[in-house]
């Protein structure tokens, strides 16, 4: 008499299995995003490693009126080179804090990123972007997404909301830049070179991108 043998059953995967490896597949797919995205994390690290101590940048014993104009612009430009990335801390959190409290600016702004980068900036060259039923080139997608950012940026409550929260924390800035006196900051060759956290920006992190995007015009 035979007996009958149980079969294995596997449940088959959850949707947000599917979701997730699907998105994980999507990014590891783009290795311009993955270095760009390792790069960004290792110049922010660097440059976060060079911010300077909160307490000397509230040090009231510290504040004095500027003497001139001469002055002022002297002690920004000191104190720029000292707490620059204090100051940049600064302003993105200001401008993180109008976003914040503005729910559809801040989406329209995510999902703008979001199509620049996954529609154009590292999207495999071998992977069309269809929609409708009709393929776009990189050249189309390229304008629509010009098209698109100038629309957001000039036509819409977005522009004068960055650019306000902009103005704000360069005020902010300005303001503590010419009232700290910067005598007792002592600064080393490479903050009186300029280099921080523009250049790493501007340099490691963003060399990936810049590639991608040569290649593709």
Same mark, same amino acid.
């Given at each position: 008499?035979?007996? /009958? %043998?149980? +079969? ?8 947000? #299995? #599917?979701?997730?490896?699907?998105? /994980? ?12 995205? !390792? ?18 940048? =509230? ?7 500027? $003497?001139?104009? #001469? ?13 620059? &990335? ?8 200001? =401008? !993180?804090?109008? +976003? =914040?409290?503005?729910? @559809? ?16 900036? @590292?999207?495999?060259?071998? %992977? ?7 393929? @776009?080139?990189?050249? $189309? ?7 698109? *950012? =100038?629309? &957001? ?21 300005? &303001? ?18 300029? !280099? ?5 920006? /501007?340099?490691? !992190? *963003? ?9 593709? &015009?």
């Amino acid at each position: 008499m035979s007996s /009958s %043998q149980t +079969l294995p059953i596997l449940d088959p995967p959850s949707s947000s #299995t #599917t979701g997730n490896a699907t998105w /994980s597949s999507a990014i590891s797919a783009t290795p311009a995003l993955r270095a760009f995205v !390792a790069r960004l994390t290792d110049s922010t690290r660097r440059a976060f490693n060079r911010r300077r101590p909160w307490y000397e940048l =509230i040090d009231r014993t510290a504040f004095s009126k500027p $003497e001139s104009l #001469t002055d002022a612009t002297s002690r920004i430009r000191k104190n720029f080179n000292y707490f620059r &990335v204090n100051y940049m801390t600064l302003l993105t959190a200001v =401008i !993180a804090f109008s +976003l =914040i409290s503005h729910p @559809f600016s801040l989406l329209t702004i995510v999902s703008l990123l979001g199509a620049w980068l996954f529609l154009y900036l @590292f999207r495999p060259s071998d %992977q069309p972007v269809v929609i409708g039923g009709r393929t @776009f080139s990189d050249r $189309e997608m390229l304008g629509i997404l010009l098209l698109l *950012t =100038i629309f &957001v940026v000039f036509l819409t409550s977005v522009g004068s909301l960055l650019m306000s929260a902009a103005l704000i924390g360069l005020g902010i800035v300005c &303001v503590h830049g010419a009232f700290r006196d910067p005598e007792d900051l002592f600064l080393d060759d490479q903050d009186m070179a300029g !280099a921080g956290l523009f250049s790493s920006f /501007s340099g490691a !992190a *963003t060399s990936a991108a810049v590639a991608d995007v040569m290649a593709r &015009v």
